[in-house]
Nanobody, 127 residues
Framework: DVRLEESGGGLVQPGGSLRLSCAASGFSFSGYHMSWVRQEPGKEREGVAT????????TYAEPVEGRFTITRDNAKNTLSLQMNNLKPEDPAMYYCGAIRPGIAGRETLAPGNVINWGQGTQVTVSS
């Protein structure tokens, strides 16, 4: 079975940092572009960052550009998101996901192109 398990969420003060991790199993992780998506209560899911299956191409949503860094380790089937300088607008449930084959460029950020989801990890930013 496809399994994506996020971890690393928590409470942090504005300006602080968190590192999210996603452990993948049950599918060929290295064969997929991978994504981090977030969702606040009552709002639609928002693509945050993606990492291509080859070529090391990363794509970021404008609100997180320069603050968040997405990485992947194909040997360990893990996806990570380093979040620095967290802002009051960043709190959300953060999910990792595998992206539908054939999608490229900024279209990888679209949550509708994610075909497998984890359960999410909550990020809270508060002083």
């Amino acid at each position: 079975d496809v399994r994506l398990e996020e971890s690393g969420g928590g409470l942090v003060q504005p300006g602080g940092s968190l590192r999210l991790s996603c452990a993948a199993s049950g599918f060929s992780f290295s064969g997929y572009h991978m994504s981090w998506v977030r969702q606040e209560p009552g709002k639609e899911r928002e693509g945050v960052a993606t990492f291509s299956r080859y070529g090391g191409i990363t794509t970021y949503a404008e609100p997180v550009e320069g603050r968040f860094t997405i990485t992947r380790d194909n040997a360990k089937n893990t996806l990570s998101l380093q979040m620095n300088n967290l802002k009051p607008e960043d709190p959300a449930m953060y999910y990792c996901g595998a992206i539908r084959p054939g999608i490229a460029g900024r279209e990888t950020l679209a949550p509708g192109n994610v075909i497998n989801w984890g359960q999410g990890t909550q990020v809270t930013v508060s002083s």
